[in-house]
C-alpha cells in the first residue's frame, strides 16, 4: 500500500460547483480503483479544494491489482465434437481464440448439458499502469456545469487545466490529461508564492502547500475563516453574523483567507436590516457585524485573498464597493415609503397569478376571505385576519421587493410599521398586523420555522389552502420533478403549520371553503375572457367535483407528510396505521402516530394487530353480512361471552379518551383485551354451521373490529 495524490490545477473554478466537483473527482477516482480490483485504504480521506485546484488523496493504495481470474464459455459437446470425438471448426475456432490447444481446455456443466471452459490466471497489472485510465474515468464521471475549451484543444473541462500532479508513493506516474503531463510540480498562491511547489510524496502535498500560502484542506480554510472573521469583530466587542450558505461560497474564493475589518455610515441603519444584509451576503460575500443586543451595526468583515500588513487599501474597496449598494436599498426604501401599501396594494390588479386563476389581487381577496373564516377557530380576531390578509402581498409591487425578491414579506413588515393607512389600529394589532405579513411566508424553506404568532399563523395557512386548491383546481399538480408552484412545499408548510401550532382544524372542511372560492373565482376569470360566459362558466364548474379534488389533494397533503414523519424517526407501518383512518385533522393525525408509537410497543401489540387482519378478512368473506348489533342470548361458548363483556367494558372505559383525543389511554385499554381475544380464536368456531350463531359471532368481531381500529389501523403493525 502506497499513498496517491491526484491534483489538477485549473483557472478558478465556479464557486457553487467546486466542493460537489471535488467530491465527484474523489468518489471517481476511487470507484475506478475498486472496479479494478485495487484495494484502497481510505482512512478519513476526503477531497481537497481551493478555487485552483481539485485533489484527492488517498493515505492507502495497493500497488497491484490481484491476479486476474478469467473464464470464458466455448460451445456445448455437440456442437464442439464430431461422431468420432474430434474437434469441430467451432471448438477449434474457440480455442484459436484462447490461445491454447483445444486438449487443454476444461469441460463445465450447466442446465443445458456439458460444454468447454477456457480458465486463466494472468498477475494483476501494476496501479501505476491503471492510473491515467483511472484518472480518465473519474473525469468523464463529473458533472460539470459548463464545459470550456480554450486554446486549439477538443477536450473541455469545468476551466482550463493548466497542471498535472500525479504521485504514488514517491514515483511520479506517467500520464497526460487536457494535453497536461503528469509531474510532482504543484502551484503555490497566484499573488503570494507565484512560483511551482515540490511534492516529494503525498503525505507532504498539504504541508508543502501550506508553505506556499495555501490551505488546500477545505476544512482547515473555513476553521481559519470563522476564527479570523470572529477574531476582527470582536476587536469592538461585535459578533458576526456567519450564515452557513456565504461562509461555503467564500470558503471557494480564497487560498490563505485575511479578515478585513470595515464600515459603512451609520446611516443606511435606517434601510430595512434585511436588505442590508442580502446585500453584504448575496453580492459581496461579507460577514455582517451585530452588536451586543443582536442588532445590525455599521461594521462588517471581508475576507481578503491575501495577507498583507497593511490592508488599508482592501478595507477602502470594499467599504467603496458596497456604499452604491446600500445607496439603492435606501433610495428603494424610502420611495416604497412614500407611495404606501395602499397604493402598492392597487397595483397587484395589474399582475397575472396565474392565466386561470386571475391576477395577485384576486388570489389576495380569495386568502383574506379564507383568513377571516379560519381565524376564530384558530383564537384570532377575524376583522384583523382579514386586514393583514388584504395587505400580505402589497410589497410584491415595491422597489426593494423588486431589488431583493428575498426580502417579501419582510419588506411588508417594515412598511405596516410605517404605514399611514394603519394608523387607526392600536399599537399591538399594528405589531400584529406587520409581522404576521412576514410570518405568511414561513416556513421560507426546508427546517426553518413555523409562523410564530396566532395571527400568523392564520395567514400561512390561509394563504397555502388557496395556493394547493388553486394549483390542484387548475390542473397544476406537481409531475416529475417539475413544481413551478411549490405545492409540494406549500403542502408540507400547511400541514407543518397546523400540527405543530396544534391547531384542531378540520382540514377537509377548510379545503371545500378554499375550491369553493377558487372555483368562483375561474369562473369570473373566464366570463371576462368569453363572450359565451356561461358555456365557459358551465365548463368549469363541471370540470372535476370539488370533493374529487378535495379527496386529491388530501392525498397529496398526506404524502408530504410521509416525508415528514419518515424524519422523526416515525416507522411507515405506524403512519400508514394512522393514514388508513383519513382524519381530517392533522394535529389529530399527529396524535394518533404519537399513541401508535407508544402501543406497538407494548408486548400484547402484535397479537391485537394480527388478530385484527384476521378478523378483517373474515368480515370480508362475510361480505357485509355482519353487523355490529350482539344478540347476548346467542353466546353459547364461556369465550365468547367473555369477549363479548370485554368489549362492552371496554367501549366503556374508551368513550370518553377517544371524545377528547386521548388515543395513548385508549390504546392501552385496548391492550388489555389480548386473553379473551387469545381465548375466542382458540376456542370458537366463527364460521358455525347455524347461521344465527354465526351471524351473531361475525356481529361480535365487527364490533370489537370497529373499537381496535377506533386510533388507527393497527392491522398494519401486524407482519
Request: glycine share 8%; proline share 5%; hydrophobic share 45%.
Amino acid at each position: 500500500m502506497k499513498p496517491l495524490l491526484i491534483e489538477l490545477g485549473t483557472e478558478e473554478l465556479p464557486v457553487k460547483a467546486l466542493p460537489g466537483l471535488a467530491q465527484a473527482l474523489f468518489d471517481g477516482v476511487v470507484a475506478a480503483l475498486e472496479k479494478r480490483g485495487i484495494d484502497v485504504e481510505r482512512g478519513d480521506a476526503r477531497p481537497m479544494y481551493t478555487p485552483r485546484r481539485l485533489a484527492a488523496l488517498l493515505p492507502g493504495v495497493a500497488t497491484e491489482q490481484p491476479e486476474q481470474h478469467a473464464e470464458v464459455f466455448g460451445p456445448y459437446l455437440d456442437i464442439a465434437l464430431d461422431g468420432d470425438g474430434q474437434p469441430t471448426r467451432a471448438l477449434q475456432g474457440f480455442a484459436g481464440k484462447a490461445g491454447v490447444d483445444w486438449t487443454e481446455l476444461e469441460r463445465a456443466t450447466d442446465a443445458k448439458g456439458e460444454r468447454f471452459v477456457h480458465r486463466s490466471v494472468k498477475p494483476g497489472a501494476k496501479t501505476a499502469d491503471l492510473l491515467p485510465d483511472v484518472l480518465q474515468e473519474a473525469i468523464a464521471a463529473m458533472p460539470i456545469p459548463k464545459p470550456m475549451r480554450w486554446g486549439g484543444h477538443d477536450h473541455a473541462f469545468a476551466r482550463p487545466v493548466h497542471w498535472l500532479v500525479m504521485l504514488l508513493g514517491d514515483d511520479v506516474v506517467e500520464a497526460t490529461v487536457f494535453g497536461v503531463h503528469a509531474d510532482r510540480m504543484s502551484r503555490g498562491h497566484r499573488f503570494l508564492h507565484d512560483k511551482t511547489v515540490w511534492v516529494a510524496r503525498p503525505d507532504d502535498y498539504v504541508e508543502a502547500l501550506r508553505g506556499a500560502k495555501v490551505l488546500v484542506d477545505p476544512d482547515e480554510r473555513r476553521a481559519r475563516i470563522v476564527a479570523d472573521v470572529e477574531a476582527a469583530a470582536r476587536v469592538d466587542g461585535g459578533m458576526p453574523r456567519i450564515d452557513d450558505d456565504n461562509l461555503a461560497q467564500v470558503n471557494c474564493l480564497v487560498e490563505w483567507p485575511a479578515a478585513v475589518a470595515c464600515t459603512f455610515d451609520a446611516g443606511f441603519l435606517a434601510v430595512p436590516a434585511e436588505a442590508l444584509v442580502a446585500t453584504m451576503e448575496a453580492n459581496q460575500k461579507f460577514f455582517p457585524v451585530l452588536d451586543d443586543a443582536g442588532r445590525l451595526s455599521e461594521r462588517f468583515i471581508g475576507v481578503a485573498n491575501v495577507a498583507p500588513q497593511d490592508d488599508s487599501e482592501i478595507r477602502k474597496g470594499y467599504e467603496r464597493v458596497i456604499r452604491p449598494r446600500f445607496a439603492d436599498a435606501r433610495f428603494f426604501f424610502d420611495e416604497d415609503l412614500k407611495q404606501g401599501l395602499a397604493s402598492m396594494d392597487d397595483g397587484l390588479a395589474t399582475v397575472t397569478y396565474q392565466a386561470k386563476l386571475g391576477t395577485v389581487a384576486d388570489k389576495v381577496g380569495r386568502v383574506a376571505a379564507l383568513a377571516e373564516a379560519l381565524a376564530p377557530g384558530l383564537g384570532v380576531d377575524p376583522a384583523l385576519a382579514r386586514r393583514a390578509a388584504a395587505l400580505s402581498k402589497a410589497d410584491l409591487q415595491s422597489r426593494l421587493v423588486n431589488e431583493f425578491p428575498e426580502l417579501q414579506g419582510i419588506a411588508g413588515r417594515h412598511y405596516a410599521m410605517r404605514d399611514a393607512s394603519l394608523e387607526d389600529l392600536a399599537e399591538d394589532d399594528r405589531r400584529a398586523v406587520a409581522n404576521a405579513i412576514d410570518e405568511a411566508y414561513r416556513p421560507r424553506f426546508a427546517g426553518d420555522d413555523i409562523a410564530l404568532s396566532p395571527l400568523g399563523k392564520t395567514l400561512a395557512i390561509a394563504e397555502r389552502l388557496d395556493t394547493l386548491a388553486g394549483g390542484f383546481a387548475a390542473g397544476l399538480k406537481p409531475t416529475g420533478n417539475k413544481d413551478p408552484f411549490a405545492l409540494r412545499r406549500n403542502a408540507l408548510g400547511l400541514a407543518r403549520t397546523i400540527i405543530e401550532s396544534g391547531f384542531e382544524l378540520n382540514v377537509l372542511a377548510s379545503l371545500d371553503t378554499a375550491f369553493n372560492a377558487v372555483d368562483e373565482g375561474m369562473r369570473e376569470v373566464a366570463s371576462l375572457k368569453s363572450s359565451t360566459n356561461e358555456a365557459r362558466a358551465g365548463t368549469l364548474r363541471i370540470a372535476g367535483g370539488v370533493d374529487e379534488r378535495k379527496s386529491d389533494l388530501y392525498d397529496f397533503i398526506l404524502d408530504r407528510l410521509r416525508g415528514y414523519y419518515a424524519d422523526r424517526g416515525v416507522p411507515v407501518q405506524h403512519f400508514n396505521a394512522v393514514a388508513a383512518l383519513r382524519p381530517a385533522s392533522l394535529y389529530d393525525f399527529d396524535r394518533r402516530i404519537d399513541a401508535i408509537g407508544s402501543f406497538a410497543a407494548l408486548p400484547e401489540a402484535e397479537a391485537l394487530a394480527a388478530a385484527n387482519k384476521r378478523i378483517g378478512n373474515i368480515l370480508k368473506k362475510a361480505d357485509g353480512v355482519a353487523t355490529d348489533t350482539i344478540d347476548p342470548a346467542l353466546l353459547r361458548e364461556p369465550a365468547e361471552r367473555a369477549l363479548a363483556e370485554a368489549v362492552e367494558a371496554v367501549y366503556a372505559e374508551t368513550h370518553d379518551g377517544l371524545a377528547r383525543g386521548d388515543y395513548a389511554d385508549v390504546l392501552t385499554h385496548l391492550a388489555r383485551l389480548r386473553p379473551q381475544v387469545d381465548a375466542f380464536f382458540d376456542a370458537v368456531m366463527v364460521n358455525a354451521d347455524d347461521e344465527a350463531l354465526r351471524r351473531n359471532r361475525l356481529a361480535l368481531l365487527k364490533r370489537l373490529s370497529d373499537r381496535l381500529g377506533s386510533v388507527a389501523a393497527i392491522e398494519h403493525l401486524s407482519g
